[in-house]
């Protein structure tokens, strides 16, 4: 007995206790799916606490979060795709994606739902997703299975199908009228946009051609849509940089006849190839026939404006050194409400804009991040989401020049805001000497010897981690585990490496980037070389974990590294490029892809790592994990795995992301303390 107890004394000396466990900065919850009503200045958003999900809605003067929905289990169902009825008073949203991690033995199934504000229970539409509520809101369309299905929204008649057409359908808008209906119809090698005309009935394609025609946007006045067309060669395509390209175009065409023509192409060199912002909508057609786009001309992914009828240049509405990152017009077309890292790299602000042009005008500014801006009808209120270093993502809503959270519950009483640290922009260069950013974490107690190190790599790869709570779930259960981390005692180092978002288009599309040559390899060093340089870290204690393309770095760190990196927590990455590309060994580009792999380089791997993945993972096949774990077990290389069958690629279970965080710390506690 004694042995044991001194056994634990010695452990305490150097297993530091955080002073808050995973569960409790995992608990707040993360609003998402935020949509305004079309009348009465309501708001409505999806909240997630410990993977139960319900829809909550806020309406004036009060704007206090009401729950709309009853779930009440953590049962790996999402909710998306909100869409309010024109009246105001119900939501059609869609729940579930289909993947059944919970392990239902009833399985599940995507479908449409309706929620009435009235407190009654939601009521099925029917199995699809993508809703769009009609103008005069009584009917609700969706897709099923690729094809155009309408319901009744009063529900007294089941679902049909509205015609049969080849190709994939997607991204349905109706008219503002009510009587049309236009989408994209996907067709491999191209794509066309589509119109169908209730009445006739009657269906037609817009100005077809060879390329992929996307983003279908319509007149005020019902008899025009406005398109963007981007080139399409019918050739696979090669992953690698693409800083230019053939230039993609901009068209409007006839609802009635399908006739149509160019108005606007992009010019050749930066911005030729199309760069979209954040959401479905990427061309707004607004008041005074003008055109809102985004465009990359300059290298940095800007909103530009220009008449409906074309022959002019296009007017640029944000331009400097910054990325527009999200966009929505205001109520009237005459303004744009966007988000953007203008003067501040690594957060997100709101700012304003007329669409004819003229300065932008701030909404927000601070130590805080703001995004995805959502106008509401309710005249000169916005809503949005924000959060800083400590707190978490809150739906807030700003009146006046005063801002006020929407769901005053959404943090807990035992969350650990006091606990958290404000992690600290820095600049260091990787191997090839590019200057690269990230986020650094230090332990909130200075410790009294050098402490282990990590290093975090996010997904993506066009990603880009802030210097606070992400808005998007991965990426924010990914900024807990690295508070986590640093409340246990690790010195963490978030890097934003080549390929990410917020830097401008050299920056994201990177040369010799992934599987064309792994040059982001180097931003893998440079971040343990400045690790390693740093008197508060103790160089023989250094490991990496990431997720996705952030786990396919993990890996290389560790398959090329593993003198400096002596351990790894590896979720669901790529392992050979060449096999989840798909790229046949004839193609010139498949030496190439697999010497830019971890699997490449197998013979210097040495440091111990564990493998999580969910099996049903859609977005980086389970074999990239299969495959790896037999490699190093043959290599007598120390490998764990932990895997959660029936999971998807980002986790739709709490239950499953606390189970990979808690595998994933115990794991570089025994490797690295």
């Known amino acids: 007995m004694r042995m044991v107890w001194a056994l634990l004394a010695a452990g305490s000396a150097w297993a530091q206790q955080p002073p808050f466990t995973l569960e409790q900065i995992l608990g707040a919850s993360f609003p998402s799916s935020l949509a305004a009503s079309p009348v009465g200045g309501k708001v409505a958003w999806v909240s997630n606490v410990r993977g139960v999900r319900n829809i909550l809605a806020a309406a004036p003067p009060d704007y206090q979060g009401r729950a709309v929905t009853a779930n009440s289990t953590d049962d790996g169902q999402d909710i998306d795709e909100l869409q309010w009825t024109p009246d105001g008073e119900a939501i059609v949203y869609t729940r579930s994606d289909g993947a059944n991690p919970a392990l239902d033995p009833r399985g599940a199934e995507q479908a449409v739902w309706i929620a009435v504000l009235d407190g009654s229970a939601p009521r099925r539409i029917g199995e699809g997703n993508s809703p769009a509520v009609s103008p005069r809101g009584d009917w609700i369309l969706f897709l099923r299975h690729g094809q155009l299905w309408w319901a009744p929204a009063d529900g007294k008649a089941q679902p049909s199908q509205i015609f049969k057409a080849r190709g994939t359908c997607q991204r349905p808008v109706w008219s503002p009228n009510g009587q049309r209906i236009a ?8 794509g066309f946009i589509g119109v169908y005309d209730i009445a006739s009935p009657a ?28 080139p399409s060669s019918g050739m696979r395509p090669v992953r690698e940089a693409q800083r230019s390209g053939e230039p993609w175009s901009i068209r409007v065409a006839s609802a009635e006849t399908g006739e149509g023509r160019e108005v606007w192409r992009a010019s050749v060199g930066p911005g030729s190839v199309f760069r979209g912002v954040a959401g479905e909508s990427q061309l707004w057609w607004t008041q005074g026939g003008l055109l809102v786009f985004p465009w990359e001309a300059g290298g940095w992914t800007q909103l530009c404006s220009l008449p409906a009828k074309g022959g002019t240049p296009a007017t640029p509405l944000t331009p400097g050194a910054y990325e527009v990152e999200y966009a929505a017009p205001m109520p009237g077309g005459r303004e744009m409400v966007f988000s953007s890292n203008q003067g501040d790299p690594d957060r997100r602000h709101l700012w304003k804009v007329a669409v004819a042009g003229g300065p932008a005008v701030a909404l927000t500014s601070g130590a805080g991040i703001e995004v995805w801006p959502t106008p509401t009808s309710d005249p000169g209120a916005v809503a949005f989401l924000r959060s800083d270093a400590r707190t978490p993502l809150q739906a807030a809503i700003r009146i006046g020049g005063e801002t006020r959270n929407l769901d005053p519950r959404a943090i807990p009483a035992d969350f650990p805001l006091k606990s958290l640290v404000e992690p600290q922009a820095v600049i260091f260069p990787a191997a090839d000497g590019l200057p690269i950013h990230g986020q650094l974490f230090l332990p909130a107690a200075a410790p009294k010897s050098p402490a282990p190190a990590l290093v975090f790599f996010h997904g993506g790869p066009q990603r880009q981690m802030l210097l606070g709570w992400h808005s998007m779930y991965y990426y924010w259960n990914a900024y807990a585990m690295n508070q986590y981390l640093a409340a246990s005692g690790y010195v963490v180092l978030s890097v934003n490496y080549r390929g990410g978002t917020g830097y401008g288009l050299d920056f994201r599309e990177a040369l010799r980037a992934g599987p064309a040559g792994a040059s982001d390899f180097n931003d893998a060093q440079g971040a343990g070389a400045y690790l390693r340089s740093r008197a508060d870290v103790d160089p023989a204690r250094i490991g990496a974990w990431g997720g996705s393309y952030g786990g396919y770095l993990t890996a290389m760190a560790l398959a090329r590294s593993s003198d ?93 992301w606390l189970a990979a965080y808690q595998a994933a710390a115990r794991f570089l506690d025994r490797k690295l303390k």
């Open 183 to 190: 989408f994209e119809s996907g067709r491999g090698d191209h």
């Open 564 to 656: 400096p990196f002596k351990a790894g927590v590896d979720f669901h990455g790529v392992h050979d490029w060449a096999r989840e590309l798909g790229i046949p060994t004839t193609e010139p580009d498949y030496k190439l892809a697999l010497e830019s792999s971890p699997m490449a380089d197998l013979s210097g791997w040495k440091s111990p790592v564990l493998l999580i993945q969910g099996d049903d993972d859609r977005n980086v096949q389970f074999s990239q994990t299969v495959m790896l774990a037999d490699a190093l077990r043959r290599r007598h290389v120390p490998v764990e795995v932990l895997v959660f069958p029936d999971e998807v690629h980002d986790f739709l279970l709490y239950r499953s």
């Open 203 to 230: 269906l037609r394609y817009l100005d077809p051609g060879t390329d992929m025609d996307e983003y279908p946007a319509w007149s005020p006045d019902s008899r025009s849509v406005a398109f963007i067309r981007t």
